[in-house]
């Protein structure tokens, strides 16, 4: 394991992480609500080693613990994603209403899979199990906005542009 | 039929961020009320409107909060379950966006009902849009004195704190919720202790979904006894459903129960180009299932309606499918969704869901035997009878209730995919 004295954090990163965890008043339980928001803070949305590592020192968790978490709910990413981490719902009522088409339009006109990047970082391409928007599908959520009626390849187009 | 305003009453009558304008259309009236009231009355007010735990357990919420009472021990807990990761289920989202302040003035009177100290609101992380209104709506119920210490010059102290999940199904488990509230992975643990008991750290904790509480301050106030006017003798009030899948216009709607589910679906702009319903799925993904006959149609939404044909109201969602997609291709994605939200700890569910989705691939392909069909059946009520948690006992559900509506289409080798 890689000690965080090796991986400093910068001194900008550190205050932002710093009043995230005053935001949650330094409580340990709140641990789930900090790295969503700590990870929000990354341009590639996720929680690089150091940073929770930091975090474990600033709430006296141990570190496994933390990982523990990052690894265990699927909104929570330990690993680099996109700018536009894109998660296209694959429940029953996003299914029967061609989410799998619009899966498919997403990668064939992004060119990867899910779980790849595209070349210049823009866009990520992951599977998730409901959001909740199950009256708006099919929908994709793309860092917290759900965009949805996605059921042509000119809206997915517009979308994708319109995300720079 | 049309939707009915119980529940949803101060849907639009008041602006969701400010807390004068929820006591305009007579906020926090309701607990100004209770506390007046012993909290064993305000139980039984619940019970005598027969009021089912909306979450899909359908447990007897006024025995719930009486027992929930009766516990002995410091600091006691409410939770409000806001996680609602069942699919096709949404209608605490409408509650949480539209009437935030209900919900927190429900939470006091439940803190005022069991004796509690601290109140935490668990909700999905895919709901992060409505963190803010509701951190203001407890920022400015603290103002207001209705949550702090000595509340309403009655000697009762109680908070209320905001908790994210992160897109974990199995949290919406009591002893999940709880683990990930106490900022650990969210893994269900064994019962006993029942969290009435020893839940939230290890504190006597009371569990209600986001519906159930919310129904409190409106009865509390129904001095007409309205509410009553609604449903039928066995199913008493309102409903919050969410309709979704292939119709028109889903959505969310409070009915009265006994509505039809014809009447449902039509609500809901009727069914996508006016094709043939395949099934439908009541409860979200750990729903039973049944097909689109008029028998099934006629039947109205009540508990004992939907029990009578195998179905149950669960979380509220109602999932049309129509004949584009086959009964086997539902089951497919249905099981998809469990083996991806199984936290794997217990042997029959990891095991189970593998299992279940691969038979079910050898009967899309019609390369299963008899005895994997037979084999099938049995793992699934192995799941259901011996999972560690809910998910693993549910998971199954649409299968077994499939197998009995649809025998067509569990033939060995060479199905057509009907």
């Known amino acids: 394991m890689i000690s965080p004295t090796e991986h400093p954090l910068s001194p900008e990163m550190k205050a932002k992480i710093d009043l995230v965890l005053e935001s949650h008043d330094f409580d340990p339980t709140q641990i789930v609500g900090i790295l969503l928001e700590v990870q929000d803070l990354e341009p590639l949305h996720y929680v690089p080693e150091p940073s929770a590592y930091y975090i474990a020192q600033k709430l006296d968790m141990r570190v496994t613990n933390v990982f523990d978490i990052l690894c265990f709910y699927d909104q929570l990413s330990d690993k680099p994603r996109a700018r536009y981490p894109i998660q296209v719902c694959s429940s029953i009522a996003c299914r029967v209403n061609d989410s799998e088409a619009l899966a498919d339009t997403l990668k064939r006109l992004l060119g990867i899979d899910y779980g790849e990047t595209t070349y210049d970082g823009r866009f990520t391409l992951e599977r998730i199990t409901c959001f909740g928007a199950c009256d708006r599908a099919p929908a994709v959520r793309i860092n917290g906005h759900v965009y949805d009626h996605l059921d042509s390849e000119e809206k997915i187009m517009a979308l994708l542009r319109s995300l720079r | ?418």
Request: aromatic share 8%; charged share 20%.
């Open chain 2, 1 to 418: 039929m049309e939707s009915v305003k119980f529940l949803t009453q101060n849907f639009g009558r008041y602006d969701t961020s400010s807390i004068g304008s929820y006591m305009n259309v007579g906020g926090f009236s309701a607990l100004r009320k209770a506390v007046t009231m012993d909290g064993e009355d305000i139980a039984s007010l619940i019970a005598e409107n027969n009021v089912k735990g909306r979450g899909g357990a359908e447990y007897d919420m006024g025995r719930k909060w009486s027992q929930a009472r009766k516990v002995h021990g410091e600091n006691k807990v409410i939770i409000c379950n806001a996680d609602e990761g069942e699919t096709t289920t949404f209608k605490d989202r409408e509650l949480i966006k539209n009437d935030p302040f209900n919900l927190i003035e429900a939470m006091i009177i439940a803190g005022y009902v069991m004796g509690a100290t601290d109140g935490y609101i668990y909700m999905r992380a895919e709901y992060a849009c409505y963190r803010p209104l509701l951190l203001n709506a407890i920022r400015q119920a603290k103002s207001y004195g209705f949550l702090g210490t000595n509340i309403l010059g009655r000697g009762f102290d109680f908070n209320v704190h905001l908790y994210s999940g992160a897109g974990a199904y199995v949290c919406g488990e009591g002893t999940a919720l709880i683990r990930s509230i106490e900022g650990k992975a969210g893994r269900p643990r064994m019962k006993p202790p029942f969290i009435k008991v020893s839940g939230l750290f290890a504190r006597p904790t009371c569990l209600n979904n986001v519906e159930s509480l919310s129904l409190v301050p409106h009865l509390l106030l129904d001095e007409e006894k309205i509410y009553q006017r609604y449903g039928t003798e066995n199913s008493v009030g309102t409903k919050m459903i969410s309709v979704a899948g292939n119709v028109e216009k889903p959505g969310v709607f409070e009915i009265p129960f006994g509505t039809k589910i014809r009447d449902i679906i039509a609500m809901a702009g009727g069914v996508q180009g006016g094709r043939r319903i395949q099934l439908i799925q009541t409860g979200g993904a750990s729903g039973k299932v049944q097909a689109g006959t008029d028998e099934v149609l006629d039947t109205p939404y009540t508990y004992e309606d939907l029990q009578s044909i195998n179905l149950t109201v669960g979380s509220g969602g109602v999932l049309v499918v129509d004949e584009r997609t086959s009964v086997i291709d539902f089951l497919r994605m249905n099981q998809e969704f469990f083996s991806e939200e199984c936290c794997g700890q217990c042997t029959p569910c990891r095991e189970g869901n593998v299992h279940i989705a691969m038979f079910l691939e050898k009967l899309k392909n019609g390369t299963i035997t008899e005895e994997e069909l037979a084999l099938m059946g049995s793992i699934a009520e192995v799941m259901s009878r011996s999972s560690l948690c809910g998910l693993g006992e549910t998971a199954q559900n649409s299968l077994l209730a499939a197998s009995r509506v649809f025998p067509e289409v569990f033939v060995a080798g060479g199905a057509d995919h009907a």
